[in-house]
């Protein structure tokens, strides 16, 4: 696949010929680790459970969580990952105490990585970036491969001045998924950041955006409003 392809050679430019800037502002640290279990093992759903939740999880990558809602109550499943939706849910509908709640029952269960992403995004969009760090780095430890999680932790880290460890985890996010164009806008915003716009535009060129993304992209690095998680 020539996405792939290109995408190795590109992530191993980036890896090997950073920027003079880019190891020199790399300065913040991490937060404090989390211990999570990763050998919990969720029960089975039933079939009928199963596509409800599936039609539930698609409403939310739509944005409608509140149908979302009204979808779970009306199912009455009794299972972590009805209640890891309900979460999700309620944090789109700005109901963060209630989403919460939810996700620290969850955070030892068998969706305990999607719980700490959850905790990691709430903290995030409240300032306190070292504990979204915490939890987002825990959401990495235990979910490794999802690319989700890793462009979340990339941003938080890009946010916090790390960016030689934020880069890592957009090219791991995008090697994962390569089309995944959430981690390829943050990757390109990192570069412009870092004062490399040849490399950010090769990058986007290649990845397929187009002019007026890029111009885009461009004013919401002078502005200083990074694309979100």
């Not at 990763?38 to 599936?54: H, P």
């Not at 950010?200 to 409003?225: R, S």
Request: aromatic share 6%; glycine share 6%; hydrophobic share 40%.
């Amino acid at each position: 696949m020539k996405t792939t392809s290109t995408l190795l050679i590109l992530a191993w430019t980036l890896m090997y010929s950073p920027p003079q800037t880019l190891a020199a502002e790399a300065t913040s640290k991490p937060g404090r680790q989390i211990k999570v279990a990763t050998d919990k093992t969720c029960t089975q759903l039933s079939s009928e459970e199963s596509t409800k939740l599936g039609l539930i999880r698609q409403m939310l990558t739509e944005g409608k969580p509140h149908a979302a809602i009204a979808h779970l109550d009306a199912a009455r499943i009794k299972h972590e990952q009805a209640e890891l939706l309900r979460a999700n849910a309620l944090r789109q509908t700005g109901r963060v105490p209630q989403a919460q709640a939810i996700y620290e029952q969850l955070a030892n269960s068998c969706v305990a990585g999607q719980a700490y992403r959850g905790l990691g995004l709430i903290a995030m969009s409240t300032g306190r970036v070292q504990e979204s760090l915490s939890y987002l780095q825990a959401a990495s430890v235990a979910l490794p491969t999802e690319h989700t999680i890793r462009n979340d932790y990339g941003y938080v880290l890009m946010q916090s001045g790390n960016h030689e460890l934020a880069l890592h985890e957009f090219l791991t996010a995008l090697e994962l998924v390569p089309d995944y164009r959430q981690a390829a806008n943050n990757l390109v915003l990192l570069l412009y950041r870092q004062g490399d716009p040849t490399k950010a535009e090769a990058f986007a060129k290649q990845f397929g955006m187009v002019a007026e993304e890029m111009q885009q992209l461009k004013k919401m690095t002078q502005a200083g409003n990074e694309t979100m998680p």
